[in-house]
């Protein structure tokens, strides 16, 4: 017996070792090809985030994550968004975040965002943003045990199976790749890709209590900080938009009604993105983003113009855009655009 | 509890720890630990249904006791069957059984309401409650005396390295153990740890890899192409042995470090040169449980080569019914049994009792010819046991044959290449071991190869497997 347990002990150490060194070299080689990982791409957006006092600070999923370029905004702003975040995370950064500077939050929203709790990065999010993040994944005495495990099995499954193997094996087959994903300065994140035809994806548009929850403690949070929230509906392609019935689009529609203190801008059924502008099924390229980032600004600076940047408080009012570009260099657009927008200003 | 879980992972060493240094000079309190335990690992999936195992587990442990002393043997024998029936029944079939009444009934223009009820189906139900069926049939025929101590029994019955996905023990090979004794064996740990890393590796880097080929055959056969439908029933065929069989390892393993020794569940099975030879290598617990239990009771063989067919067909069209509530199932061994017919007929269902290419490194040209044959027939009955349905199943053949014969490109990649390499692995792994009661790699004779090859089977595991939340297969029977 104690033979037994000697050398399992040893073996064991010895293989804990030589995964710790795979770790190592996985680490060391495979960013090369992939660009930073997840955990990377966190911690460098929270150290980035509390660099400047930004003025204005974006918050979303990967559709916003990737589809911003705060360095395109008038104003001074960072992309505070990541892969897979819903309501709960952008509250918890927002708070996390708390700048006496910020005047205005962009957020990213879709039909469904609502949808989902996440929990795959909690391994990241929980030592940053604390034990009241953590208080809607875990309960009861033996809470932190559990969020350990997890985090423990999140790490290692980063690491882990075939799907990380192959990248491994690429990385020292094909050497470096110079066109790989990058997480810029601002926080944009930037995911090259093509679209394709037969791209397709699956959502969901139940609209889960615990996500309206925090969608309304943003909306609470920035009203009483007196800060301007911006709601923004990125681009979908027609293949995405087949998920979206129109009694789910009116359900959530109805939800955002009863918030007076938000403006809506619904970019997801314009026109002028085609499929040449994503990278994949549902995030723009490079390219596309810059172009809608600039629409997004222009859409703020419409509304609010130069009051925004003199934080002077605005009145309310909710508005779709509706196949128009806000390109200031597109003028058949912006005629368009601002005929839509009179339509809608008495509406406070 | 799954095995390939992280609960699983502290779960296992403290029960380990506490078994053999708190209470290994106990055997009582050592049981009582093990029952604790298995109660526990039942209970992670839903607590609730422990209330029903343990149910379930006083019911025959009384019937077994009744059967000893009443003189009514025969009518304790048949509630306790009944009783088991009733369970299984229950939990397993009331909706098909609804859903097929209300389609026959509307077949023929009417319209029933028929309720269904949303009905959880315990996990491992099918295997515990054979385990106790079998007990108190062994009473019955005399083969075993009832035991009174209840906390022994329990453990025969929930033992939990066998409790969710077998082996079907039998009371006279598992109980025995249960009541002596057990004693720390070097050799049983060693062979214990190798059982359950090779366990690991054919469920998490082969099937659970071949996994993400087959559902995409199965879910698109209309569209798919005929080299992949005919990829995905081969696949599939692997894919379930390497999860089964796996594992079937895993619990062997985990109960050889706890002393005990169950039955060995497969023996090489697609090496078989006839499905008779199949079926003696095959989910072996389960064939020799219906074996004994069903086609012996029903008069076997004796009464002439009509009988044995008839038996035959009963035999494998119930377990066609005990796999799962849906036509596919009983389809699927409806055609085990026809394929079993013409050896029946011409007397061969007992030709191939010995190990193919005993004698040689590789097997002759008939004798390969022979196991491609039977594993070709095998794999056109896989097809209907992984379809949801008679309808899909059928479309998967019809798409072998008039969908476009290539994939489209891409689909060999470097992803298939590897995978196919493993496969290969696997399956040059098993040919050696063919014959052999220790592993291929226990055979060699330098220690510090044998670790090496250990080591990068930990590797394989962690860097080729599929860590994706997959269950075992038959968790779902």
């Known amino acids: ?348 | 509890m799954l095995f390939n879980s992280f609960e699983f992972l502290l779960f296992f060493p403290f029960v380990f720890v506490v078994y053999w240094f708190v209470l290994n000079r106990n055997l009582k309190l050592q049981n009582a630990f093990l029952l604790v335990a298995s109660y526990v690992f039942y209970g992670w999936w839903d607590w609730r249904f422990v209330f029903l195992l343990i149910l379930s587990t006083l019911i025959d442990y009384t019937f077994g006791l009744i059967i000893e002393r009443t003189t009514k043997k025969k009518l304790y024998l048949w509630l306790s069957i009944f009783n088991n029936l009733a369970i299984l029944g229950f939990f397993k079939y009331y909706n098909f059984f609804a859903d097929s009444v209300a389609d026959g009934l509307q077949y023929f223009g009417f319209h029933p309401d028929i309720y269904l009820l949303s009905i959880v189906l315990p996990v491992g139900i099918s295997f515990y409650t054979f385990h106790g069926m079998s007990y108190v049939i062994d009473i019955y025929n005399g083969k075993s005396k009832p035991i009174t101590d209840f906390v022994s029994y329990a453990v025969f019955v929930c033992f939990f390295p066998l409790l969710v996905a077998g082996p079907i023990e039998r009371a006279h090979h598992l109980l025995p153990q249960v009541l002596k004794p057990r004693k720390f064996l070097w050799s049983d740990a060693k062979e214990g740890v190798r059982l359950i890393l090779w366990g690991f590796f054919k469920k998490v880097v082969i099937a659970d890899n071949l996994g993400l080929y087959v559902s995409d055959a199965f879910n698109n056969y209309q569209s798919a192409s005929s080299v992949e439908l005919i990829l995905g029933v081969i696949f599939f065929a692997f894919q379930i042995y390497c999860d089964f069989s796996g594992y079937s390892d895993i619990a062997l393993g985990t109960a050889r470090l706890l002393g005990f020794e169950l039955m060995i569940n497969f023996k090489t099975p697609y090496f078989a040169r006839d499905i008779a030879e199949f079926w003696r290598r095959w989910h072996i617990s389960l064939t020799t449980w219906f074996r004994d239990y069903l086609y012996i009771p029903l008069g076997g063989s004796k009464g002439g080569k009509g009988q044995a067919i008839r038996n035959t067909f009963i035999i494998f069209i119930v377990s066609g019914f005990w796999h799962g509530a849906n036509w596919t199932f009983i389809v699927w061994g409806a055609l085990n049994a026809i394929y079993f017919v013409p050896l029946l007929l011409s007397d061969k269902n007992r030709s191939h009792l010995d190990t193919v290419a005993s004698n040689s490194a590789l097997p002759s040209l008939r004798e390969f010819a022979q196991m491609m044959t039977t594993f070709l027939l095998i794999c056109t009955t896989w097809v209907f046991f992984r379809a949801a349905t008679v309808t899909d199943a059928v479309g998967y053949f019809k798409g072998i044959f008039v969908n476009k014969f290539l994939p489209a490109p891409g689909y060999f990649n470097i992803d298939m290449v590897t995978l196919a390499g493993l496969l290969f692995v696997f399956i040059a792994a098993e040919w050696t071991t063919r014959l052999k009661s220790v592993g291929v790699v226990d055979s060699v004779k330098n220690r510090y190869v044998r670790y090496a090859i250990y080591y990068i089977l930990v590797l394989a595991v962690f860097l080729f497997g599929s860590f994706r939340e997959a269950e075992f297969i038959y968790f779902q029977f």
């Open chain 1, 1 to 348: 017996m104690k033979q037994f347990i000697t050398k399992s002990f040893i073996h064991f150490v010895i293989v804990v070792l030589i995964l710790i060194g795979y770790t190592w070299i996985y680490d060391a080689s495979v960013p090369r090809r992939l660009g930073p990982n997840t955990k990377s791409q966190i911690a460098q957006s929270f150290s980035r985030a509390k660099e400047h006092a930004y003025p204005l600070v974006v918050l979303g999923n990967s559709r916003i994550y990737r589809g911003i370029n705060p360095e395109l905004f008038s104003i001074k702003a960072f992309n505070f968004a990541h892969d897979d975040d819903s309501y709960n995370q952008m509250y918890h950064k927002l708070k996390w975040l708390d700048s006496d500077s910020l005047k205005v939050v962009v957020m990213g929203v879709d039909y469904f965002t609502f949808s989902y709790l996440s929990d795959k990065r909690n391994y990241a999010y929980g030592p940053l943003l604390g034990d009241e993040y953590l208080s809607d994944y875990y309960s009861g005495p033996l809470r932190k045990i559990a969020f350990y495990k997890d985090a423990v099995y999140q790490r290692a499954i980063n690491y882990a199976g075939f799907d990380r193997t192959k990248f491994l094996i690429r990385s020292f087959v094909m050497g470096p790749n110079k066109a790989r994903p990058k997480l810029k300065n601002n926080g944009q994140y930037i995911y090259p890709g093509v679209a394709k035809p037969s791209d397709r994806i699956e959502r969901d548009t139940t609209m889960l209590p615990i996500q309206k929850k925090y969608f309304e403690k943003i909306v609470l949070y920035c009203e009483t900080r007196n800060i301007r929230l911006v709601l923004v509906m990125p681009p979908a392609r027609e293949e995405e938009r087949v998920n979206y019935s129109p009694e789910s689009i009116a359900r959530f529609e109805t939800y955002l009604s009863q918030f007076r203190s938000i403006t809506y801008l619904n970019f997801s059924e314009t026109k002028d993105y085609e499929m040449k502008d994503f990278s994949d099924i549902t995030h723009l390229n490079e390219a596309a983003a810059d172009r809608f980032s600039k629409s997004v600004n222009d859409a703020i600076m419409l509304i609010g113009g130069a009051r925004l940047a003199k934080e002077i408080k605005m009145s309310t009012r909710i508005m779709t855009i509706a196949g128009a570009g806000v390109n200031q260099h597109q003028d058949t657009n912006t005629a368009r655009f601002a005929a839509n927008l009179s339509h809608r200003r008495d509406e406070n």
